[in-house]
């Protein structure tokens, strides 16, 4: 963030912060998240006693504030700082640790944990569109993420078993020059391979892969599917490629070893939201920072997510 933005009041003072989030979420006016009553319908909750922000529903005869029905409900943080936390995630082509936002925000280690997950569960999208269409291209591949297993040798101590049995799978999905999509699977066989490429991807697409012989009969679902011969040494041959999601692949990769350093498996998927959400949000597609971070601030209404559910973890 340069000086300027970094200087913007939402940033640094509660009641413009306020003020903003009350914007983004109810451009004509207050909406009851009880009850869904428009703003002929509430009215401010003025005095001391309260304090700022809380509004009350004729109807439901409930009170409320914008943090109500969103990812900040029940949290003590100021909003100002829930928005700069929005805006450095946001705008980080590898991704922003805990660790460093603790320092940013002057929080513990744990709220800025807590926040940075709750931020990429507003940046996931839990009913997205098919990838692709008529014309298009979607790019599929699958990768590994995680530590290797070790096993114990009495003479040599520990040492690295080979192969990628024991790492957690990813498998990507890229639509040429738009979003891109990535579910962690338990394995790579044709059957799960299928159910997420058919379940993510328009059947009138083109689809691009290696020659891995479960995309074979995958590819006869679709409109098209052109392949490239990694193991011979082809990458790109004419349109055929398989380059935007081996593009995807290593940002990912750059932000998982180099800024997060350790995720815990169960979390593994909110990290691929994150990814997903500023790949499919990038400047190439006229999406800059700002547009980002409101995005992902719009994506907070209706999403919930609590620190029990979290079952702990040890992502950085």
């Not at 040599?156 to 049995?165: A, E």
Request: glycine share 8%; hydrophobic share 35%.
């Amino acid at each position: 963030m340069t000086p300027v933005e970094l200087s913007n009041a939402i940033y640094h003072d509660e009641d413009a912060a306020r003020a903003h989030l009350e914007a983004v979420r109810w451009p004509d006016g207050p909406i009851c998240p009880h009850c869904g009553v428009i703003k002929e319908g509430i009215r401010p909750l003025l005095g001391d006693s309260m304090g700022p922000g809380w509004y009350y529903c004729i109807s439901c005869k409930d009170k409320f504030t914008v943090r109500m029905g969103a990812i900040y409900e029940r949290s003590h943080l100021p909003l100002h700082k829930w928005l700069l936390a929005f805006r450095l995630m946001a705008s980080s082509k590898k991704g922003f640790s805990a660790h460093q936002l603790s320092r940013t925000l002057n929080v513990q280690y744990k709220t800025a944990w807590f926040v940075a997950h709750r931020i990429r569960e507003a940046m996931a999208d839990h009913d997205p569109e098919p990838l692709g269409g008529k014309d298009m291209v979607v790019e599929v591949d699958e990768t590994f993420q995680g530590p290797a297993d070790y096993v114990f040798h009495n003479n040599k101590g520990w040492l690295q078993k080979r192969g990628t049995v024991s790492k957690r799978k990813i498998v990507s999905l890229v639509e040429r020059g738009g979003r891109a999509r990535s579910v962690k699977v338990k394995d790579l066989t044709t059957k799960t391979l299928k159910n997420v490429v058919c379940e993510n991807v328009a059947l009138d697409s083109t689809l691009n892969t290696d020659e891995a012989q479960q995309y074979k009969k995958i590819g006869k679902e679709f409109s098209k599917h052109e392949y490239v011969s990694h193991s011979i040494g082809e990458y790109k041959r004419g349109a055929v490629t398989t380059n935007s999601v081996e593009g995807f692949f290593s940002i990912f990769k750059r932000g998982m070893v180099g800024v997060y350093q350790h995720c815990g498996e169960q979390h593994l998927h909110r990290y691929l939201h994150e990814f997903d959400f500023r790949f499919s949000n990038r400047s190439m597609l006229g999406i800059e920072d700002s547009e980002r971070t409101m995005l992902a601030i719009k994506g907070a209404t209706g999403k919930r997510l609590t620190y029990r559910s979290l079952d702990g973890g040890d992502a950085a």
